[in-house]
Each structure stands twice: as structure tokens, then as C-alpha cells.
């Protein structure tokens, strides 16, 4: 007799190698996808375990020549869920951002800094956003503080004021608007480089009124909510009965073989599922049972960005055990 588990996550996650040290080691991109060789990698991640008594794992990671890109501390060895004070880095080795974290969501007082060392932001989160990587909140989950510019120079003042976002490399500006009472307020403006997209949206006290997207086709897209998860039709219930539905490799069940099958796939703007792939090293038969039952799923509904249909990748942990 064997038993089935199922999890779904929207982290990206990939056990890749563990130490006598009780510590496991991860090669990633920076688009965050995993790798095994290290020439491919961007960066190095190494998650140890907690001393007893502690349940939280320490997480670090580190760019290739060695400069430290972040720290701090995960609920999970196997996907990272923050908890507590994270700090990252930038590649110059200067603090990007200071945040607190609850179960994986930010919390609390948010600090951001330019590549230069001085003060971008001061945010503070109001509340969780539950649905990670997307969410179908309808307004920021936080109150903005302070804005600066990059001599300094104040562009919000106690939640008044400019605010703007950059991209990584701080070399664009993505977003810009007004904030009144630390609350998006008026027309705001954007880029989306997901879908190529420009958009503008109003907001008062703090709520999205409406939003339009126009796309590189000049296309226009309107909208009430910035993001919408991707669904699968008739519920995530629904869906989990769907995976039950595997069948055992008769190959791995004979010879009493278990596992753990990582397997990241992407909800394409059609609604199909697509980029089935195991992250992880399995038995073939698992990997092969597991990649069929994923591209043999009924459609889904797509995932929206700004009112524009847009991919979303998951990654789906199949555990494989015999009773």
C-alpha cells in the first residue's frame, strides 16, 4: 500500500545538496531559477540548520566572488519561508534593504537604500499579503515614510510627497506618483516588463479607482485590481483531488523506492499548463509520472497583471512514500 502527498507553493524552491554540517547548499540564478553547475550561478545560497531548541534556519547567500547578498531566517530548509529581520546587499557589498518578516511577508518598518549607501525609502507594512507571488489585493500593502533621492534630497516627508520605484540596477524608474498620509493617492504612472506594458492608475486614500494597461501593440487593458492568481477551474480543492489521481510507478513501488519530485510549471496565458520540468535529482519513473500528470491537467484560468493575461510559474513538491 502506498500514500500520496501534495503540496502546492508559489516559492521557488530546490533541496540541491546537504553537508555533515547539517547545512544544504543551493546554486540559483538571478531570475531565481536553480542550477548544479557553478559557473551557471549567480549566486550561492547555504541554508543550516537551527540549533536545538531554535525553529528557525539561517539562511545566507553570497555573490560568486564572495560578497554577501543577504541574511537571515527561514521557517523551512526546503523552500524559504523569512521570518524575522533580513538584510540584503548590494554586489559592492553596501545594504540594500533592512525588512522584518512574518511566516515569508513583510512586516513592520521596511529600509531602502541606494547602490550608494544613502537612505531610498522608508515603508511600513499594514498588512499580509496571503496569496505570494501574486495577490488580488486591491491597494499597497504598505504606508510610505520617507522617499529620498539619491544625494539625499527629500522627495517625501512624513508620508507626503513623490514616490518612485526603480528597478534592480537602479538605472529606471518603473513607478511614480503621489503619496498623502503615507497613502498612494492621484495618477500614477509605470512600466511593466513582464508584459511590455505602460500603465496608468488612479488611487484615493489609499485604494485602486481603476487602472488601464497599454501594451506594445497599443493595445489597451482596463482594470480594478493589479494583480488576479492564476485558478484552476473549480477550485484548488478540486485540484488536489486531480493529483490524488497519480498512479504509483509500478518500477519504483516493486523495488520500494520514495522520493521527492520538485517539478516547476507555468500557467501559460491560455490556461494550459506548460514548462513542465524536475528541478531535482529522482528516479526517472517518478520524474516521468509526475511531469505527465501536470501536462495532462484541464485548463486553469490565467493570471492577470494590470488587467493583461500574463504566465506564472509554480513550483509543486510530489512526495512519493510506500506504507
Known sequence: MFKFHFFLCALLCLFFTA???RQNTYLLKN???YVTEKDSADYIRYVTEPIQGNPLYMVKEYYMDGTEKSEGFSRSIDRIVYDGRRTTFFPNGNIKEKAIFNKGFMIDTVMNYYPNGKLFTIKVYTRLLENAPLSDELNPPFEVITVKDSTGKDLTIHGNGEYIAYNDDFNEILERGQVINGQHEGIWTGKTKETLSTYTEIYK???LISGETIDA???SYKYTQTY???GYRGGIDKFYRYLSHMKY?????KARIQGV???????QTNGTLGDVKVLNQIHPDMAAAAIRLLEESPQWEAGLLRGKKVKVSYNLPLTFSIL
Open 228 to 230: 488576479v492568481n492564476p
Open 31 to 33: 531570475n531565481g531559477d
Open 261 to 267: 519530485a520538485l517539478i516547476r510549471f507555468t500557467v
Open 19 to 21: 553537508s555533515a554540517q
Open 217 to 219: 501593440q497599443n493595445n
Open 205 to 207: 486614500g489609499g485604494k
Open 249 to 253: 510507478p509500478r518500477s519504483c513501488y
